[in-house]
Every structure is written in structure tokens, then in C-alpha cells.
């Protein structure tokens, strides 16, 4: 038993496990920490109300505001009175339940998968819980994050665990290195195009392979963001010294002793050789183009020197079917190169893509040229703190002076709950996460992208690549 | 939470595979702080649609919703569950779930059945030959019955067994409290803590 090879994910789960379940009964998991945001808790604290019961552990529990919080005027009452009382909501519950809240206009405000690693709370080894699917982003530090409804939310809330099936794992082997101009935002939406936006479910993944070690803590972050598109419960990356080194010094991050413990720890997480996944996955990185999305899952995604793909090339009738339908709603004619999709509004932000990184990359390919006359561009950071770095970095007046709106932080206009929404039929190249129908507003159209396209496609005013610009 | 048997309601055939939650219930109606009233949210933007399948008089009053694979993928928001539940469903079949919907699912008393996708179409067929026509739902047996047709659906036996029952799931884990206790007593001392803030 003891000298049995495990992976990482079975690691954390095993030295988590409260009580093993019996008779078919999920195991009782300990959570280490679970954020919290207006949207997914008003109606779990009434539930704790109702029962009378109080939170076990709001050391454990952090809030910030971040869905449908303005990311223009901040310093002004909430103008949408609905939005307004859900803020206040939160506020309220925090200080009722005594949780520590990060609201807007505090520097420590922003999406909550951004605030959680740039605070040093969230670890490698650790569970960490939010009702929000996105919460797999944690994962790129080799924790087991999962994304939870408002029920569960109540439940962490109640009793700081979670009743969990035990997953299946799936190893996502990334070998090579990737071309200039190609980011983990192309390798994780190759992988949903590959695997399909329900090929996850069931599973941990596990991203591993010489194209993942290299890749920095932000960039792990996007691809593990992304593992609830391919239906997948979490994602994760094995922790190793650039894992250490970002975490080293941040605010929440452990201290003398207690860091020594922590890393000595961690080093035992990665996955041991022998380990079996119950199923393996390959991507060569060495041939990855920009990936970019021409339908409304997150699956229906080409290369950007792809054309638009005819609905009979796909086999499963199902599918077949579906990508009749998201081309009518994208407005798209088969066989059209995806580069001479023309866009109105290009968004650069959400917990996939709103890291500082993002916003230096796309800001370094602007730098000094003109945006395209019929594009608007929004560049919404990830945080107040990613706010205060980009412009202290002068950021802000390159994005500025290109003529992109610099606003606060937020999830904004990647679901659009906010006032940052598209117009009826608009088209956006989008660095977030989900392209559904309807996602960023009624009637609008989404064009997954990664920074870099984002930013070449501001320029152009058509899907395109840096190396497009160099070609003028 | 009620308990759940037996059920016999309306069939709705949802011909579309991939059902995200932003189209079960858009993010505009995620502002509210309740945990009722999302019947009007329910599919909100196809309703619009005159042609689409709710706004069918046979349909209308739904409360057995057949649809395509990989039903509920993308956002955890509960308020899909709970937007099917006021509108009046009690159970959904598909030949996938996605697992957050799912689990949701279990929480609010929807039943959530996996069929294969040939019994998805059979019984599509079925209640388009007879649009209003009631399915049965049999949690006991774990089968969907409309007339003749009778069809096997899976669902995780836990979850099954605490819909039959009724339970909620906070009063069955702290009955494990103890548990928890000597759990919380054995954390290394690295882990992280929100409490006191540092910056």
C-alpha cells in the first residue's frame, strides 16, 4: 500500500480524506480554503440562517466582489439597483459570519481566481473550493481546486468539507516547445478541440510534459482555468521550482519553519514514476499554431490558419448538428479563412487571461502601433493589485495610447453581467473562457483568442497573429 | 428536501446536445439574492423564440425534460437547477451530464437520469408522435416509462438513495463532525489562513 505509485491528484485526495465513504457513499474531503463572491453565496448564508447554523472556519473562507461589479466610475454607488443590493448582500453576510471581504476599491479587490495566488493563499497540496467553475485555475500550483454550486457552497461554509466521488485521472502530456507567437491559451483550447468539451468529465487532468514545465505560474494558470471546458471536475500541474519561486514572499505565503515544511512537502507531490492515468492524452507543442474558436463551445475551435469548418466534416451527428447551428448563430459560411473574420470589439481579460503577463504581452505587440478604426478594445485586469503593477510599469498609457479603454478590475464582459456587454450580433475576439451563445451579451459573438491574437487583431481589425503584422 | 419516488409528467424533447448553463439560465438573472422565482429565467433567451419548444401548448407545462448529450456543461450557478425546478421539472434524461450541474442537481431534488443516446431518440420520437404526453419516472427501478417504451436510466446510487430519503446533505456530514475535529487537530502548520489579513 504504502510504496503503491500515485499520482498527484491521488496524493492530495488521499491526505485530505475526513472518512473514506461506505457502501457507495462519496469520501468526506477537508477543504483548506474556500473563496467566496456575490453571485453564488446570498442564497447559501440564508441557508445557514434558516438552520440555524454558523461557519466553521472563516479562517479558511475569503470574499471578494468581482461578477458583477462596474469596472468604470467605481468610486460611485453601483447605478443597477439589482447588482447593487447583491454587493451589498455580501457585504453584509461577511460581516454578519465575520469573513474577511475585499471590496471594490480595496487594492486586494479582483476576480477571485486572480486574488486567491497573488495573496500566496493558494498552495500546492491543498483543496481549495469556489462557487465558481473556474476555480480549477488553482489548480497550476498542484492543488485539487473544484468548482462548486451554491448547495456545496453552504455546505463548506457549514462544516469546511465536501462529500466528493473519487475521480478518474487523465495525464495531458505536452511535449516540445511552442513557436513564437503561441501561448498556453492555444495549447489548452487544442486540447478542448481535441478531447471535446465533455472528453473531461469525470477526470482530473493532469498537464505534464516538457511544454508545461517550462511555462511560468500565469501561464499554467490559463490552461488549468480551462479544464471545466473540457467537462473536466479539476485540472492541475505538478508543483516545482518556478511554482516555489512565485510563491515565495507573498503575503500569505509560509514563513521561515513553516516554509521549509511546506516545501519539503510539495516536493513529494508530483506524480511518482509508475503511476498509472486511467487515460493519457498527447498535444506536440512543437507544431501548435494560434488556436482560436468559430462556433459557441469551446470545443469548436480550428487553427487560426484553419478556415471555418463545413458542418458534414464532422462525423457524430450530434456534433454534426451543433456546428450547423453555432455557425448560423455566429453567422459564419463554411470554408472562410478564420483571418478574414472581421471583429468589432476585442476583450482583453477574465481569470483565464488578466494576469499581468497577459496585459505585458498584448502590450508589448501594440506598443507604437494604431488600432484598427472600427475595433473597440477593453483591457480589464485582473485585479486592483495587476491595476497598480501594469500602470506602475506604464502599461496604461500603452494601452491608452492605442486607444483601448483601460478599466477597473472584474469579470466584465466575459459574462457579461455588468453593464460590459456586446451589442446584438457584435463580434468579439475574447481572452476568456467561454464562447457560448449569448455569453458576453444577447445575440452576441464570441472568438476565443490568446493575448497575443487578441492584441494583433486589435491592430488589423480581422483574427490574426503578431506574425500577421510582420508580413505588412 | 422532499421525498422522490415515483413521478409521472409532462415529456419535453430538447433536440440540442450541448446545453450550457448560460442557456439554461443567461447571467442577467444571476443578480438576484434569492432562491425562487426563475421560472421567467428558464431558457430565457430561445423563449423568445415563438417556435421553440416551450412555447409549445403541448410542451408548456413540461416536467420530464429529454435532451441531447453533455446537458448543463460550462458555469457551477445553481440557479440552472433551480430555474428548471421552478419552472416545474422534476427530472431531466440525457446520455451525458455534466458533473457540477449534476451535483446540483442531486442537491435541489432534480433527478437527473443518463440514457443511452438511442433511448434519447426513441423517446424523442415517442413524445413528438404525441406531443403532452407524460413520462413516468421510477427512481426505485431507475426507469423511464412512456406507454410501451420503457427505458433504463443510470444515476449515482448515493445520490438516488438520498432523493428516495429526503436527506440533506449538511445533517448527514456533520453526523461525521467528530471526524472533522481530529482532522482539523493534525494540519500542518503552513496551510493557508485568510485570518488576520496580511498584505
Given at each position: 500500500?504504502?510504496?503503491?505509485?500515485?499520482?498527484?491528484?491521488?496524493?492530495?485526495?488521499?491526505?485530505?480524506l475526513?472518512?473514506?465513504?461506505?457502501?457507495?457513499?462519496?469520501?468526506l474531503l477537508?477543504?483548506?480554503l474556500?473563496?467566496?463572491?456575490?453571485v453564488?453565496?446570498?442564497?447559501?448564508?440564508?441557508?445557514?440562517?434558516?438552520?440555524?447554523?454558523?461557519?466553521?472556519?472563516?479562517?479558511?473562507?475569503?470574499?471578494?466582489?468581482?461578477?458583477?461589479?462596474?469596472?468604470?466610475?467605481?468610486?460611485?454607488?453601483?447605478?443597477?439597483?439589482?447588482?447593487?443590493?447583491?454587493?451589498?448582500?455580501?457585504?453584509?453576510?461577511?460581516?454578519?459570519?465575520?469573513?474577511?471581504?475585499?471590496?471594490?476599491?480595496d487594492?486586494?479587490?479582483?476576480?477571485?481566481?486572480?486574488?486567491g495566488?497573488?495573496?500566496?493563499?493558494?498552495?500546492p497540496?491543498?483543496?481549495?473550493?469556489?462557487g465558481?467553475s473556474?476555480?480549477?485555475?488553482?489548480?497550476?500550483?498542484?492543488?485539487?481546486?473544484?468548482?462548486?454550486?451554491?448547495?456545496?457552497?453552504?455546505?463548506v461554509?457549514?462544516?469546511?468539507?465536501l462529500?466528493?466521488?473519487?475521480?478518474?485521472?487523465?495525464?495531458?502530456?505536452?511535449?516540445?516547445?511552442?513557436?513564437k507567437?503561441?501561448?498556453?491559451?492555444?495549447?489548452?483550447?487544442?486540447?478542448?478541440?481535441?478531447?471535446?468539451?465533455?472528453?473531461?468529465?469525470?477526470?482530473?487532468?493532469?498537464y505534464?510534459?516538457?511544454?508545461?514545465?517550462?511555462?511560468?505560474?500565469e501561464?499554467?494558470?490559463?490552461?488549468?482555468?480551462?479544464?471545466i471546458?473540457?467537462?473536466?471536475?479539476?485540472?492541475?500541474?505538478a508543483?516545482?521550482?518556478i511554482?516555489?519561486e512565485?510563491?515565495?514572499?507573498?503575503?500569505?505565503?509560509?514563513?521561515g519553519?513553516?516554509w521549509?515544511?511546506?516545501?519539503e512537502?510539495?516536493?513529494?507531490?508530483?506524480t511518482?514514476?509508475?503511476?498509472?492515468?486511467?487515460a493519457?492524452v498527447?498535444?506536440?507543442?512543437?507544431?501548435?499554431?494560434?488556436?482560436?474558436?468559430?462556433?459557441t463551445?469551446?470545443?469548436?475551435?480550428?487553427?487560426l490558419?484553419?478556415?471555418v469548418?463545413?458542418?458534414?466534416?464532422?462525423?457524430?451527428?450530434?456534433?454534426?448538428?451543433?456546428?450547423?447551428?453555432?455557425?448560423?448563430?455566429?453567422?459564419?459560411?463554411?470554408?472562410?479563412?478564420?483571418?478574414d473574420i472581421?471583429?468589432?470589439t476585442?476583450?482583453?481579460?477574465?481569470?483565464?487571461?488578466?494576469?499581468?503577463?497577459?496585459?505585458r504581452a498584448?502590450?508589448?505587440?501594440?506598443?507604437?502601433?494604431?488600432k484598427?478604426?472600427?475595433?473597440?478594445?477593453?483591457?480589464?485586469p485582473g485585479?486592483?493589485?495587476?491595476?497598480?503593477?501594469?500602470?506602475?510599469?506604464?502599461?496604461?498609457?500603452?494601452?491608452?495610447d492605442?486607444g483601448?479603454?483601460?478599466?477597473?478590475?472584474?469579470?466584465?464582459?466575459?459574462?457579461?453581467?455588468?453593464?460590459?456587454q456586446?451589442?446584438?450580433?457584435?463580434?468579439?475576439?475574447?481572452?476568456?473562457?467561454?464562447?457560448?451563445?449569448?455569453?458576453?451579451?444577447?445575440?452576441a459573438?464570441?472568438?476565443?483568442?490568446?493575448p497575443?491574437?487578441?492584441?494583433?487583431?486589435?491592430?488589423?481589425?480581422?483574427?490574426?497573429?503578431?506574425?500577421?503584422?510582420?508580413?505588412n | 428536501?422532499?421525498?422522490?419516488?415515483?413521478?409521472?409528467?409532462?415529456?419535453?424533447?430538447?433536440?440540442?446536445?450541448n446545453?450550457?448553463?448560460?442557456?439554461?439560465?443567461p447571467?442577467?438573472?444571476?443578480?438576484?439574492?434569492?432562491?425562487?422565482?426563475f421560472?421567467?429565467?428558464?431558457?430565457?433567451?430561445?423563449?423568445?423564440?415563438?417556435?421553440f419548444?416551450?412555447?409549445?401548448?403541448?410542451?408548456?407545462?413540461?416536467?420530464?425534460?429529454?435532451?441531447?448529450?453533455?446537458?448543463?456543461?460550462?458555469?457551477?450557478?445553481?440557479?440552472?437547477?433551480?430555474?428548471?425546478?421552478?419552472y416545474?421539472f422534476?427530472?431531466?434524461?440525457?446520455?451525458?451530464?455534466?458533473?457540477?450541474?449534476?451535483?446540483?442537481?442531486?442537491?435541489q431534488?432534480l433527478?437527473?437520469?443518463?440514457?443511452?443516446?438511442?433511448?434519447?431518440?426513441?423517446?424523442?420520437?415517442?413524445?413528438?408522435?404525441?406531443?403532452?404526453v407524460?413520462?413516468?419516472?421510477d427512481?426505485?427501478?431507475?426507469?423511464?416509462?412512456?406507454?410501451d417504451?420503457?427505458?433504463?436510466?443510470?444515476?449515482?446510487?448515493?445520490?438516488?438513495?438520498?432523493?428516495?430519503?429526503?436527506?440533506?446533505?449538511?445533517g448527514?456530514?456533520?453526523?461525521?463532525?467528530?471526524?472533522i475535529?481530529?482532522?482539523?487537530?493534525k494540519?500542518p502548520?503552513?496551510?493557508?489562513k485568510t485570518?488576520?489579513?496580511?498584505?
Amino acid at each position: 500500500m504504502t510504496n503503491q505509485p500515485l499520482t498527484l491528484a491521488e496524493k492530495v485526495w488521499n491526505d485530505h480524506l475526513v472518512a473514506k465513504g461506505e457502501n457507495g457513499a462519496p469520501d468526506l474531503l477537508f477543504i483548506d480554503l474556500h473563496l467566496i463572491h456575490e453571485v453564488t453565496s446570498p442564497q447559501a448564508f440564508d441557508g445557514l440562517r434558516l438552520a440555524g447554523r454558523s461557519i466553521r472556519r472563516p479562517d479558511l473562507t475569503i470574499a471578494t466582489e468581482d461578477h458583477n461589479t462596474p469596472t468604470v466610475d467605481i468610486d460611485k454607488p453601483i447605478a443597477d439597483p439589482t447588482s447593487r443590493t447583491q454587493i451589498e448582500a455580501l457585504r453584509y453576510n461577511a460581516k454578519e459570519f465575520g469573513i474577511r471581504i475585499h471590496s471594490l476599491g480595496d487594492v486586494e479587490q479582483g476576480i477571485v481566481h486572480v486574488v486567491g495566488p497573488q495573496l500566496g493563499l493558494t498552495m500546492p497540496g491543498i483543496t481549495v473550493v469556489c462557487g465558481d467553475s473556474h476555480t480549477s485555475t488553482h489548480g497550476a500550483f498542484g492543488a485539487l481546486a473544484i468548482g462548486i454550486g451554491t448547495s456545496e457552497v453552504e455546505h463548506v461554509l457549514a462544516t469546511q468539507t465536501l462529500p466528493l466521488k473519487p475521480f478518474k485521472t487523465m495525464a495531458i502530456n505536452v511535449e516540445g516547445t511552442l513557436r513564437k507567437g503561441v501561448t498556453a491559451k492555444d495549447i489548452i483550447l487544442a486540447v478542448i478541440a481535441k478531447i471535446g468539451t465533455g472528453g473531461g468529465q469525470g477526470y482530473v487532468l493532469e498537464y505534464r510534459g516538457s511544454a508545461i514545465r517550462s511555462l511560468s505560474m500565469e501561464a499554467r494558470m490559463t490552461i488549468c482555468n480551462m479544464s471545466i471546458e473540457a467537462g473536466a471536475r479539476a485540472g492541475m500541474v505538478a508543483p516545482d521550482e518556478i511554482t516555489f519561486e512565485y510563491l515565495k514572499g507573498r503575503a500569505h505565503a509560509p514563513q521561515g519553519k513553516d516554509w521549509e515544511d511546506a516545501v519539503e512537502y510539495w516536493k513529494s507531490l508530483p506524480t511518482d514514476d509508475g503511476a498509472t492515468f486511467d487515460a493519457e492524452v498527447f498535444l506536440d507543442a512543437n507544431i501548435l499554431d494560434p488556436f482560436v474558436t468559430w462556433g459557441t463551445n469551446p470545443g469548436q475551435g480550428v487553427s487560426l490558419n484553419d478556415v471555418v469548418p463545413a458542418p458534414s466534416s464532422f462525423a457524430d451527428p450530434n456534433e454534426n448538428a451543433a456546428a450547423q447551428r453555432a455557425l448560423e448563430y455566429m453567422d459564419l459560411v463554411p470554408g472562410t479563412k478564420m483571418k478574414d473574420i472581421k471583429v468589432d470589439t476585442v476583450f482583453l481579460g477574465s481569470c483565464t487571461n488578466s494576469r499581468i503577463e497577459d496585459l505585458r504581452a498584448a502590450a508589448a505587440i501594440i506598443n507604437g502601433k494604431k488600432k484598427s478604426d472600427h475595433v473597440r478594445m477593453l483591457v480589464v485586469p485582473g485585479s486592483a493589485r495587476v491595476r497598480l503593477q501594469a500602470e506602475q510599469e506604464g502599461l496604461d498609457q500603452i494601452f491608452k495610447d492605442f486607444g483601448a479603454e483601460w478599466r477597473f478590475a472584474g469579470c466584465s464582459m466575459c459574462l457579461g453581467m455588468n453593464p460590459d456587454q456586446l451589442a446584438p450580433g457584435e463580434r468579439a475576439a475574447s481572452t476568456s473562457n467561454r464562447n457560448f451563445e449569448g455569453r458576453q451579451g444577447k445575440g452576441a459573438r464570441t472568438h476565443l483568442v490568446s493575448p497575443l491574437v487578441a492584441a494583433a487583431t486589435a491592430i488589423r481589425g480581422t483574427l490574426s497573429a503578431p506574425s500577421d503584422l510582420e508580413e505588412n | 428536501m422532499d421525498k422522490f419516488t415515483r413521478f409521472s409528467g409532462v415529456g419535453v424533447p430538447l433536440r440540442r446536445s450541448n446545453v450550457d448553463t448560460d442557456q439554461i439560465i443567461p447571467a442577467v438573472y444571476l443578480k438576484r439574492i434569492t432562491k425562487t422565482g426563475f421560472d421567467d429565467a428558464l431558457f430565457a433567451s430561445w423563449r423568445n423564440d415563438p417556435e421553440f419548444i416551450l412555447n409549445q401548448d403541448a410542451y408548456k407545462h413540461g416536467e420530464v425534460l429529454v435532451a441531447g448529450p453533455d446537458f448543463g456543461t460550462g458555469s457551477s450557478r445553481e440557479h440552472a437547477v433551480w430555474a428548471l425546478r421552478d419552472y416545474g421539472f422534476k427530472a431531466v434524461l440525457s446520455a451525458k451530464f455534466a458533473d457540477i450541474f449534476r451535483g446540483n442537481a442531486g442537491k435541489q431534488g432534480l433527478v437527473t437520469g443518463e440514457i443511452s443516446e438511442s433511448d434519447t431518440e426513441k423517446l424523442w420520437t415517442a413524445i413528438e408522435a404525441n406531443p403532452g404526453v407524460k413520462i413516468e419516472i421510477d427512481l426505485i427501478k431507475k426507469v423511464a416509462t412512456l406507454g410501451d417504451l420503457s427505458v433504463p436510466f443510470a444515476i449515482d446510487e448515493y445520490t438516488r438513495w438520498r432523493l428516495l430519503e429526503g436527506l440533506d446533505d449538511i445533517g448527514l456530514t456533520l453526523r461525521d463532525e467528530a471526524a472533522i475535529t481530529a482532522f482539523e487537530a493534525k494540519r500542518p502548520a503552513w496551510m493557508p489562513k485568510t485570518l488576520p489579513a496580511r498584505h
